[in-house]
Each structure stands twice: as structure tokens, then as C-alpha cells.
């Protein structure tokens, strides 16, 4: 049974371990593991082959110490380390076949820390079970790693945010509410690891690459109007949220940050890994995000650096909202004049297809066609943030298409029907950014409408040279294979 670690002086808990992808180098695999202890004690280092790795403490909070391992590894035979008296193989072996879970939107906006657990973690359950039937090589999270909405609640500062915000808060309150989130991010975090023992299992042995969203920092971040982004509360919330995610997220800090990040000061936390023929891209659009852009100067920088990288034959490019998408315009544009539905305005502000970010969005896809038709890499996008099952394509100039999977979320429960349907009915006006290349909204493999509202996962799989999906939906089941590319 689980113990508060702020009230227990006498029972030490301990969690972990947590892998993380760090970076691939020189054929070598870098990885960190984190593990989570209640006391003063450090474990054993971790081992792994001949080598002995010791922990280090990266930041204490809300009765938890976080430790970090930083360990080397093969990238080509699978890879077994030990730690806290156990042993766990890491299914590597990134030069052949790779089998890759994705998930996104794990928790919910409200009273996600009180759900039933064995409901909230239900597609977790799953996810484990498939991977002890067949280990999943990486573990990506899409985005909304936790919900942290309600970490502004309770504080006197932030208890109203977003709606108002205290425009010149004394600087030792505000460093009291510094405090009093960061205990709150740390909570969640916890909480998550603690109750979730599905995803620990899957974690200790399947490295997880993140990418966050909004909700790991709060709704809408980035949407919200500057009075409240750029208010001294908003910018504390921004660097708490960031803290946490580069702790919980990424087994990092400020300081050391691993290589596979573009930007070392942590302005933009995108990244990008090279395995054999397959590039991972996960450019961040939230930290640098405005109501009037989704990327700034450091962003797009990445961007242009991964176009001039040397060709791939696959890139499997993380965008934690949707790139590809139905036309929005026309629901945002009965928006502004149906004052009930304001409320979701920043929630259209969020997506690639808003009005707000057109020419940014069809500078991404030109981007993506180029890469695409200069170095002959197939591209796969794949997002969550909907809390729907989705998939849409892309001409990508000559033959090529570029692939949009939608799987979201892992623990948000969905919309209604209703929702998913007018989605649907949105496709029928279709899209099309780019001169030539319509945009088209598919149906996931087996379904008959084109948004599936059920909670789902999704594993991408590399046989050969052919790529593939499979979604997990809750209640329908896994789809049959669609087929991305190769033969
Ligand atoms: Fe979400």
C-alpha cells in the first residue's frame, strides 16, 4: 500500500527505474535512468555490461528525491542493465525491425489525481501487455504527459488563472507560489509513477522520448492572451512547468541537457534522433508559441538544420497537435460571432489549421515536401491532443504521401459522438495549404466514421523497409495494419 511520503517518517518508498533515450552517437546508445526515492539513502549504481554508473540527485520535492543514472549501451544486440536489485533488457537492435508505442494525453483536466486508477490507467494496462507479447523498442510520448491544470489551485496568486492574474505581485510571494507549484508538478508526476505500476514496467525497460503540449504546462499555453503568458505569474508557472518536464520528461536539467536537444538553454526543447534509416523529429511548439506563432527564431532554426541533415530513409515526425487537419476556419469563424463558443477559441488557436498560423503552417509542410522530395525520406507525422483517433494524408510532391496518425488519448477520456461527427462532416469542405496537395481526412482501418471516440494508443512498426499502424482502440479493438510505406 501506498504511503505519503510527507507524513511517513519510518517507511522509505522507493520507484523507478524510468528510461530515457538521451541520445544516439558513434553507434552508441546514451541513456539516463531515473528512480525516485523517499530518503537520504542513494542506491547501488546502476550496471550494465562491465560498466557501474552511479546516481545523482537532479531535484527533491513533495517528500521525493529524483536520481539520475547516465549510462552507455549497444545500439544493435539488446541491452540488459540492473538496478535497485533488479535486472531489465532493453529491446534494442534499432538496425531491424522496430516495433515503437505511442501515446499521448494522459490525464484529464479535472480531478485526474482522484480517478479510479485501474480505470484512468486502463490503455496503459494494455500497452504493457502487448509489449511483454512483443517488446516495444522506444516508448514516445506525444504530449499532455500529465494534466496540470489544477497546480495553480490553492495558491492566492494563481488561484484564478487564467482568467485574472495580479499584475505586480511582491517578489517573496511570488516566490512562495515558485514553491507551491513545483510542489504541485512534482505531485503529479508522483502520483502518475506511483499509481500506475502498468506504465513503470513499461518504462523500465522501453526508453520514452517526450514531447509536451499544453496541459504539461497549462491549457492553452501559448494561446492565452500576453497579459497573462507574459505576467509574473504566468512566467513563473512557464519556468516551474518547464522544470518539471525536463526532470520528469527528459531525467535533465538546465545544465545538462542531452544532445539529441537543438537549443542547450531550454528556450525550445525540440529534438531529433538518428537511428539506422530512421530519423525521429519532435520540434517543440509550445514554448516559443504565441497567440500569432507556433515556433519562433529557435524553433524553426531546428527545423532548417534537420533539412540540411544528411538523407534518411524514414522520419517519423512528432508534432504534439495535429499537422495535418480538417478546415477549421469555418468553425472558428462561428466562433467569434457565437459568444457560447468563445470558450473554445483558444482551443482552435492551438492547432497548425488555425487562421492565426497559416503561412507558419505552410511553411512547415513546404519544409516537409522538400526534405521529402530532395532526399527521397518518407515522412509519417504522428500527434495526439485530440482525444480522438484519427488519420489524414498529404501528397508530398511526387509520389510520395506524407502519413498523419492521431492517436490520443492514453488516459483523456473522449468527447462526445457528436464531437467526432462534426469533425467529420468538417472534412467533407477538405484542406489543402498547399498548391496541389489536398489534404484528406481517412478512416482508420475496420471504422466507418472518420473520428474514432474511444481512448487508444498506436504501435508503428518498421518490417524490413515496410512501416506500419496499428491503433488499440478501447473498445473496438486493434485495427488491421495500415500500411505507410515500403512494400
Ligand atoms: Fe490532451
Redesign the pocket.
Known sequence: MATDPDTSSTTSRILGPILFLDDVRDAALHLSALVFVTDTTNPDPLICGEGRYPFVEIAADAGWRVLRARFEAAMSAPVTYSVLGQSHTIRTGYDGDLNIAFA??NGEENGDLDRDPDERNAMWARLRDDHRNNPFHLLLHG??QI?ADEVTLGHPLSEDWPESVPKDPERADLRELRAHLRRGFFERYMKFFDTCPAFMELAASVPSLCQW???DICDGWGSLPRSRTYSPVGQTLYEVAREATLIFQHACTLDDMPGRFHDKTGLSLGWWIDLPDLRLVAPDLRGERTRRQVMGDVGWAMMEAVAALPPTRQILFISSVPLLGPRLSVLEAAMVVTPKMQEYEDDLRDQWQSRAHRTEWRRMLQLLTDIAVDTGARITAVS??I?LAARATMPLGGQDTLHQLIA??VA?RPPPQAWAKVLGSLAAFGEGPLDGAPITIERLPGQSGRYVAERNTLAITRTDDAWHAVWDLEDSGKTEPLALAGQ
Do not use: A, N, Q, V
Request: overall charge negative; glycine content about 22%; aromatic content about 8%.
Open positions: 499521448s494525453c504530449g499532455d494534466y503540449d499544453d496541459h495526439g491532443e482525444h490520443s488519448g483523456h
